[in-house]
């Protein structure tokens, strides 16, 4: 897999962002709209303190990528004359480049003349004017478990299997797809040819390193673990 660089973003069990903020007599958690991130250093020294003061976080730890389109479904700008709208360059670029990904409350604040911290100038909403951007997705995070077995044909070849009653392997991808331009995937990374048993911990690894989508599992029903 290739490296992706990341921060830490507490949330709570359903899975929502919450913020955490250091004051003189403890520490306050508290529900967020946004991710609060948090570096590994920055981790280490929160848990010192805690440990000082006797306290802990009931709070879980997801990964949160500087690549957003890892971090679930992005979301572009595209003008009249179909360019992408730039936050940081505050203009249209012909070819969607990571300056015009958004999540998408970013994306739809921007459409309506909000500002962002993102962009050159403040006070400055430059094209980005009121009802000129219709927002548009622009890519997905998928993650697909596939059960496979031998071909009755060729049984060198794998096929894919009805589940995992009659599988001898499962193969599974993380990758990003491109519905808007219907380009080719960007693959993130593969895990091959395991034995069926260990499935479980597998789906466990892709939901901690992946925290924002859900695997699919042979059929793109939701995953429901083992007893």
């Not at 020294?45 to 879980?60: A, F, H, Q, Y």
């Not at 599988?167 to 380009?183: E, G, H, N, Q, R």
């Not at 924002?212 to 429901?224: F, K, L």
Request: charged content about 30%; overall charge negative; proline content about 7%.
């Amino acid at each position: 897999m290739s490296e992706y660089s990341y921060s830490w973003a507490p949330r709570d069990a359903e899975g929502n962002f919450l913020k955490i903020e250091l004051n003189g007599s403890g520490v306050d958690v508290s529900a967020a709209e946004a991710p609060d991130l948090w570096t590994d250093r920055e981790r280490f020294m929160l848990d010192s303190i805690l440990e000082l003061k006797g306290k802990t976080l009931d709070v879980t730890w997801a990964k949160h990528y500087e690549d957003i389109r890892l971090n679930g479904p992005t979301y572009v700008l595209v003008g009249k004359q179909g360019g992408y709208y730039s936050v940081t360059r505050d203009c249209e670029r012909t070819h969607p480049t990571a300056e015009c990904w958004f999540t998408k409350e970013e994306a739809e604040a921007l459409r309506a003349g909000k500002r962002d911290p993102r962009q050159r100038s403040a006070g400055h909403l430059g094209a980005c004017m009121p009802g000129y951007y219709r927002v548009e997705e622009f890519s997905n995070l998928e993650i697909d478990v596939i059960h496979r077995k031998p071909d009755p044909e060729d049984p060198e070849n794998l096929i894919q299997s009805d589940g995992e009653h009659d599988a001898t392997c499962f193969d599974a991808t993380v990758k990003i797809t491109y519905p808007l331009t219907l380009s080719e995937h960007t693959m993130v990374e593969e895990i091959d040819d395991r034995d069926p048993a260990t499935l479980d911990d597998v789906i466990a690894y892709l939901q901690e390193r992946y925290p924002a989508t859900e695997p699919d599992v042979d059929t793109g029903m939701r995953y429901v673990p083992g007893p």
